[in-house]
């Protein structure tokens, strides 16, 4: 039988985080009542002319030197044409032959390996306004609030060999964009979404397949099923003596499908030709290295870094450095209290978790950075367990107070008085008779018991490196 795999490319369309639109004043917000973001420009008016937004240009310098790309110093708008109703010029601005950057790539993380996926280019160029269609009866209506939106086009080689690698890859852009502060990534608002070219070739041959390209995923589930629905469905066709047909398909979430919408668009559809009302865009060497020295420490560097630096395991560098948000909290907890492991551990467990269930991100936690390393500065110096830690933790994001605050008014401070905890113990060992002989008689293990028998007593109270102590001695 005649294995296939995959060859998949994205062309992601990432909405970039500026004030205002690509070549007017216009406000670049989402949000708004329909067409209230608008002016000639933006609404395709005879005669008027656009200007190049300064801070666009700069956003696609960020995400081409944070993607290792080639910038160009010349580069070249130009008209993509053809006729939807949303667009109002009948005309979309883009970049076609000259493209502000070339040859870069972005690394993911797949299974513990790491793959590196090629970019053939970013361009700058604007969006288009928006369809909304009547449920009620067969009118649409043309929002043109989004006109004008400026974008960055990020096209990936065919290098991407699976849905899941497909949906990797998409999460690491998204992270990326999010982390050098060029877009919000917000794919509910649209501000990201991407379109796939799926083909399907034997194992081994190096020959591309028919592709076809589904159009518009605005979630990384809705990337990952329609491109698993895609391979099956060419490989079905290719099985059963058939010929997968190059079209531009849309997918139905509801249906579980991708539907067949239009041939396949070439380049020369759109007879692009460049735009006579923008000269060539000049970047001069000193921008390109004002723009590289402006850069943060990037997601790749810094999870090296806290492996290195902080002795972290890689899954728990990976997932510090999913977003700088959970990064930066990292390291401001370290400024607390200055053990990596520990702190690594809280995060990802009852901090992740109670942001989960939340459905919240890091940046909304209702335990700050510095309160979360008191807590564990209590844990540390034996105030309180590590059981007791959890508790307060809980305390703490419902209520808003501080650890010592919850400590002290829920009087959960830990027991570490000898005398005290030596009459806890003589209690537990003397209702576990049978216990104390079977340990006496080489059954060590049932310390663990004792300790948790004592730990019941105290309500968890109890310091238990005092009560093993305590137990130790009177048990030899």
Known sequence: MVLFEPVIGLEVHAQLKTATKIF?????????????????ICL??????????????EYALRMALATHCSVAQLSRFARKNYFYPDLPKGYQISQYDLPIAVDGHVEIQMDGQTRRIGLIRIHMEEDAGKLMHASDRPVSFVDLNRAGVPLIEIVSEPDLRSAEEAGAYLRTLRSLIR???VGDGNMEEGSFRCDANVSIRPQGSSAFGTRTEIKNLNSFKHVEKALRYEIARQTEIVLDGGAVVQETRLWDPDKGVTLSMRGKEEAHDYRYFPDPDLPPLVI??????????????LPHERRQRFITDYQLPAYDAGILTASREAADYFEACLQVYPHPKVVSNWIMGPLLG????????????PVSAADLAALLQLTGEGVISGKIAKTVFDEMAASGRTAGQVVQDKGLAQVSDTRALEAAVDKVLAGAADEVSRYKAGQTKLMGFFVGQVMKATKGKANPNVVNEILKKKLH
């Open 44 to 57: 395709g008016m005879p005669g008027v002319l656009p200007v190049l937004n300064r801070k666009v240009v």
């Open 179 to 181: 982390w050098i502060g």
């Open 284 to 297: 001069d060497r000193a921008w390109i290295d004002r723009v590289r020295g402006q850069l943060p420490e």
């Open 354 to 365: 109670l942001l989960n269930a939340q459905d919240k991100t890091i940046e909304q936690s």
């Open 24 to 40: 007017c004043g216009c406000s670049a917000a989402f949000g708004a009542p329909p067409n209230t973001h608008t002016c000639p």
